[in-house]
């Protein structure tokens, strides 16, 4: 059984920095993509960071977050100088094939998710 677990998310006050990781089990993920996630209260869940071999950044977070993977089944979230507005539930999720820029983005196209680990950042 495919799972994937997220943790490292924490409150944390604003400036300051985290780092999630997801750990991917039930089979290899090597030829994956794997992306982060985030959603907000009341708001669509929205895209954050995407790695298979480039890597991709949602422009909020460009310069402040780094998507990074040890091996084929982790995946880290190193997040900077964090603002309240990046206050969200993250996500990891996984797709086993090669993917358009437009797919990297996109939560429709990727086929396991997390459940999500809590990240707060206070002003």
């Known amino acids: 059984q495919v799972q994937m677990v997220e943790s490292g998310g924490r409150l944390v006050q604003a400036g300051g920095s985290l780092r999630l990781s997801c750990a991917a089990s039930?089979?290899?993920?090597?030829?994956?993509?794997m992306a982060w996630f985030r959603q907000s209260p009341g708001k669509k869940r929205e895209f954050v960071a995407h790695?298979?071999?480039?890597t991709y950044y949602a422009d909020s977070v460009k310069g402040r977050f780094t998507v990074s993977r040890d091996n084929a089944n982790t995946v880290y979230l190193q997040m900077d100088s964090l603002k309240p507005e990046d206050t969200a539930l993250y996500y990891c999720a996984a797709a086993p094939y090669e993917m358009t820029t437009t797919q990297a983005m996109a939560d429709w196209a990727y086929s396991y998710w997390g459940q999500g680990t809590q990240v707060t950042v206070s002003s």
């Open positions: 039930g089979r290899s993920f090597r030829n994956f993509a």
């Open positions: 790695i298979d071999g480039v």
